[in-house]
């Protein structure tokens, strides 16, 4: 019969159309901004830069080594180096960011700054509501914009974060143990040296190369 | 389907004198291609499509190769009359010499070919066939093997528009991705951008170059 | 230009297939048409230069390039991990195949081995993919019908669930960016096989309300049936690829000629069509969501534990040896391939991309010529292009 396709096409609209009043399957659609889909975890957008502490600028563990810039694809991040050092979360003096800018108009979400970032300091953040006049001003993120705290991350990307943690916390583990070991190595030798030679003067270097070896190995 | 060593014996066979070698393709993928001379193409196209099966001309694109310029030292051996022992001799002498060369670079075209006759059931990886063009500035002509294989109908045309060979015989060739009044073209590897300086805030490499070039430029006129 | 103009110009005994010409009684009298670039048919920005004898279209040129932004130049200047990104924004449909189109080249060209897990996550992605993409291809279809909204908004519906799984795989619901040569970037989050699996048990019921909507509708039939014909000849000959050759019946399909991947390992069918027309390419691409479901209910089940990317693939300082490589897929639009130069720097040399949707579009002219205007519109759907894989 002709027409018959054509109305049984309306019968599954009309299907859906009264199913919508009563399956919450059906009504797909919710009300931005009033009403908000759960957050999924892994979500990313623009890029942040993570410190560990209470002071922003000085727990950055961004070490300026500028991989990110070089590798970034639309080339949105703008770094400067410090001319000094500060030590970072293992007690390493290290550099610095004195200017870390990301142009977030240009940078198209991909991660890849986070991937090939070695000191676990850049992350992507999921906030989006980003919309401001001024193109310049508003959407070209400084250090102060860009930091955000590890608990932040936490709060955000909660698995990623915990694996993060426990890399870092390994990593700083076996620097400390390699130091550990190194410092009583030195010392020991210190101490067999000073023992041959019966010196007072000796153990007091013997201390101070295993502060510096430590120091060397950190 | 035959590889490409394989086809180059059968084609030199059907058509003797026909100018074609065999370029290998050292990487992993092993994908070897034959190089074709331009006076060639049309008929070991069409032999490739009618004969030999590739039907289906998958991807044609163009490759800059610029012009290369090597050093060298060379040792060349050279009969010298010279006078040994007061008596004048032939004698060979070598000489070491740097010598600089400039191997030439062309325009290229590439065509990958396969074949949809034979089926699902014989994978084969695809036939590559290459023409090179005599320079890259003024004599970049090459026959259009779009009459054979439709599909690089517009492929060709974006080649000609990115790399600026011309197809002879090709229906109509006009500019594909950029605007007619257009000049150059623009995947040639020594293009050189318009200047048109554009504010970006985190400039990098050249684009931070001309950015300060267009700051000093406008520091200079402001002091005039 | 006509058919004998052009032949004298090259070696005359070449069988060609061109469009063909059609005689006009007064050239004088065509009302030419510029279509485009904004035009309701076109999914971004795209012309073409009609010219109309009354209804019936006489010629008809494409102009291309409003979308152009020399992606293959900026992937000359980048390493090789970096295009990665950009080659979601190609066809920004399906990001996912995009990715693996580039990946397989880049493997092919470096020689890596992707492992058997991440082989599994790349065909349930693209399979995904290619289910959102005909869902989403027919709407649009019916959208320049007239049917405006309802198969568009019941096929984005089940989109969004597809795109929701993306977000929660690869962060990003659109530009996935989530492959990497050798492999995958992170491996399957907490849960993800099991909501995939309840989707995908959801799907066959979509595709049958899809078909209840549509399939039997005389309107469909009327305005698709016998229009925009194309012959399996010339579609080989023109590099048509994917659903619009196989609606001509020419049975070529890449995960079948090619057996990259792990396609060989799953029973399904290539479904052809028989007349080349709009309604085929329609019910081919409904069959072929059908074909992908049937793959997902067997590698879902199937996937196997283990590391998700080739151990000597590494994100900073990837050179591969000099040479060159073409790697293709069959991408829901056709097939998509990726041809490599490598002259042993961290950059390619050459990156190419062969676009399905540019060359699918070859021959629109000659199926558009004799056509009334109002089908143009249609058949230009019924190829199902996306403009960012058009120009690049």
Known sequence: ?218 | MKSAAELLDELQGAMPGVKLALATNPSPSAQHSLVVAAEDALRVAVYLRDVAGYDYCSNATGVDWLDKETTEKVKTTRRVKKEVDGVEQEVDETVEETVKRVEPGCLEAVYHLYSMRQGPHDPHPPLVLRMRTANRTDRVELPSLSPVWRAAEFQEREIFDLYGIVFKGHRDLRRLLMWDEFEDHPMRRDYVDPDDFEYEPTPHDEVLKRAEEHRAKLAAEGAR | MTTAEMKSGIDSGIKSYLPPVIEVEAENELLEVAMGPHHPSTHGVFRMDVALDGERVVRLKPVFGYLHRNHEKLAEGTTYLASMPYTDRLDYFCSMTNNWAYALAVEKLAGLEVPERAEYIRVITAELTRVQNHASAIGFLMQEMGASGTPLMYAFREREKILDLFEALSGSRMMCNYMRFGGCRVDLPEGWLERTKKIVAELPRFIDEMEALLTGNEILMARAQGVGVLSPELAVNAGVTGVMLRATGVNYDVRKVDHYGIYDRFSFRVPLGEHGDIYDRYMLRVLEMRESVKILEQALPQIPDGPILDPKSKPRGFRPKPGEAYGRIEAPKGELGFYLISDGSGNPYRYRVRPPSLINLTILEDMCLGQNVADVVLIFGSVDIVLGEVDR
């Open chain 1, 1 to 218: 019969m002709l027409g018959e396709g054509i109305l049984k096409g309306l019968a599954e609209t009309a299907k859906n159309f009264a199913g919508s009043f009563v399956s919450e399957e059906r009504l797909t659609t919710v009300e931005y901004p009033e009403q908000r889909l759960p957050q999924i975890e892994n979500t990313r957008d623009f890029p942040f830069l993570v410190y560990d502490g209470d002071d922003a600028m000085a727990g950055l563990r961004c070490v300026s080594c500028q991989i990110c810039e070089k590798e970034c694809p639309p080339k949105c991040i703008y770094i400067t180096k410090s001319a000094d050092k500060k030590p970072d979360y293992v007690g390493k003096a290290q550099f610095y960011p004195t200017r870390f800018d990301i142009d977030v108009s240009v940078c198209m979400s991909c991660q890849i700054c986070v991937e090939v970032c070695p000191f676990e300091a850049i992350k992507m953040d999921t906030e989006f509501e980003l919309s401001t006049e001024d193109r310049f001003g508003g959407l070209i993120l400084d250090r102060h914009k860009l930091a955000k705290s590890n608990e932040y991350y936490h709060q955000i990307h909660p698995t990623e974060a915990a694996e993060v943690d426990a890399r870092l916390a390994e990593e700083k583990a076996k620097v400390e143990a390699k130091a550990k070991a190194a410092a009583e190595a030195a010392a020991a030798k210190a101490a067999a040296d000073a023992a041959a030679k019966g010196t007072a003067d000796a153990t007091a270097k013997a201390a101070e190369s295993a502060a510096k070896s430590a120091e060397g190995q950190a």
